[in-house]
């Protein structure tokens, strides 16, 4: 079974500054790791996913995310903070093959003037 | 290009009331799914549907019922609404995982609250 522990219900951040958004995931078998935004009232939209290619995966919108399987993390990173980051945000992990996506609970960003 | 529709929007059932909530994706994609997102909670998944004609339960499935009518159409019934299915659900779609982890393309949500 998979799973992913998203760590900071609640992250704030200025303008400007790095953003760093916490995921440590489980999994048996090498998994597939994602990072979804939600903006207020609208479905999600996936930034970026990793699928055993390269370590480093680029996003959209700034965002990437380096998958260390030293420490089962996959941390989603942006060096410089826009207002229009504020969002929530979602790891989620699936094994390869699988059809079944588990989502962690979700990290809310909050981006101050 | 409308990706993913979800039908209606806000719900308000009265306990005990049914109802079905109606997906539709015009991706091709074979593998639809239903959500459900509470606070603090994430995303559960209750149904998916890896392809048409067949669906599996997800991690909450109890309570819930989905019928996969077409390769584009995927339908989740409340058969006895009850307060503790108060949430926001999603519909999603993805296209095949046979050669890597396919995007899942999400509604924009439904919002029910049952009294």
């Known amino acids: 079974a998979q799973s992913v522990t998203q760590l900071g219900s609640h992250v704030s951040v200025s303008e400007g500054a790095l953003v760093l958004l916490r995921c440590n995931y489980s999994?048996?078998?090498?998994?597939?790791l994602f990072w979804y935004v939600q903006y207020p009232n609208q479905g999600l939209q996936l930034l970026l996913k990793y699928t055993s290619a390269a370590t480093l995966v680029k996003g959209i919108n700034g965002f990437e995310a380096e998958f260390k399987k030293s420490e089962t993390s996959f941390h989603l990173t942006k060096p410089s903070a826009h207002m229009s980051d504020a969002a929530e945000y979602f790891c989620a992990v699936s094994a390869p093959g699988r059809q079944k996506v588990t989502f962690g609970t979700g990290t809310k960003l909050q981006v101050i003037p | 290009n409308a990706g993913v529709t979800q039908t209606p929007k806000f719900q308000v059932l009265k306990t005990g009331q049914s109802m079905t909530l109606q997906c539709a994706q015009d991706?091709?994609?074979?593998?639809m799914y239903w959500y459900r997102q509470d606070p603090g909670m994430g995303l559960r998944l209750i149904y998916y549907s890896a392809s048409e004609g067949t669906t599996d339960k997800g991690e909450v499935p109890n309570g819930y019922n989905v019928s996969r009518l077409n390769k584009r159409e995927f339908s989740l019934r409340l058969e006895s609404a009850a307060p503790s299915q108060t949430s926001v659900y999603f519909c999603?779609?993805?296209?095949?995982w046979g050669q890597g982890a396919a995007e899942a393309f999400f509604g924009q949500g439904t919002r029910l609250t049952v009294v």
């Open positions: 999603a779609s993805s296209g095949s």
């Open positions: 991706m091709n994609h074979n593998s």
């Open positions: 999994s048996s078998v090498p998994p597939y």
